[in-house]
């Protein structure tokens, strides 16, 4: 990768990766290549371990954006899902403050 460099960062949930990933698979079948191991590999996690939809996943990020937590931390959330208050309170731990009775919403979102 000479010369390449990264332009701009954002985080994603799975399910938008694989979103992408389809997408470049696509590209790839129309030119009757091919995917590279690389694409294979990564399509393959992020179709086991997507736990939700796109379409869900922009739903929670909206929810989830009113407790002004970071971005990164509201992918981690929503690609982990976590079931309980403490696995959440780990996820949070000194990267969101976030009152004690949030939680449980936070939950709630997450665990529609």
Same mark, same amino acid.
């Not at 989830?64 to 208050?85: A, R, S």
């Given at each position: 990768?000479?010369?390449?460099?990264?332009?701009?960062?954002?985080?994603?949930?799975?399910? =938008?990766? #694989?979103?992408? /990933?389809? +997408? !470049?698979?696509?590209?790839? &079948?129309?030119?009757?290549?091919? *995917?590279?191991?690389?694409?294979?590999?990564?399509?393959?996690?992020?179709?086991?371990?997507?736990?939700?939809?796109?379409?869900?996943?922009? =739903?929670? #990020?909206?929810? /989830?954006? +009113? !407790?002004?937590?970071?971005? &990164?931390?509201?992918?981690?959330? *929503?690609?982990?899902?976590?079931?309980?208050?403490?696995?959440?309170?780990?996820?949070?731990?000194?990267?969101?403050?976030?009152?004690?009775?949030?939680?449980?919403?936070? /939950?709630?979102?997450?665990?529609?």
């Amino acid at each position: 990768m000479i010369g390449k460099s990264i332009l701009n960062e954002k985080p994603i949930t799975n399910a =938008e990766a #694989k979103r992408y /990933l389809s +997408e !470049f698979e696509e590209q790839y &079948k129309k030119k009757e290549k091919a *995917i590279g191991y690389e694409l294979e590999q990564s399509l393959k996690h992020t179709t086991k371990f997507s736990k939700v939809t796109e379409k869900e996943a922009k =739903e929670m #990020k909206k929810a /989830l954006h +009113e !407790f002004k937590i970071p971005e &990164k931390v509201i992918v981690e959330l *929503i690609n982990i899902k976590p079931q309980t208050q403490d696995l959440v309170k780990s996820i949070l731990f000194k990267r969101a403050e976030v009152k004690e009775d949030d939680i449980d919403k936070i /939950l709630k979102i997450l665990n529609k």
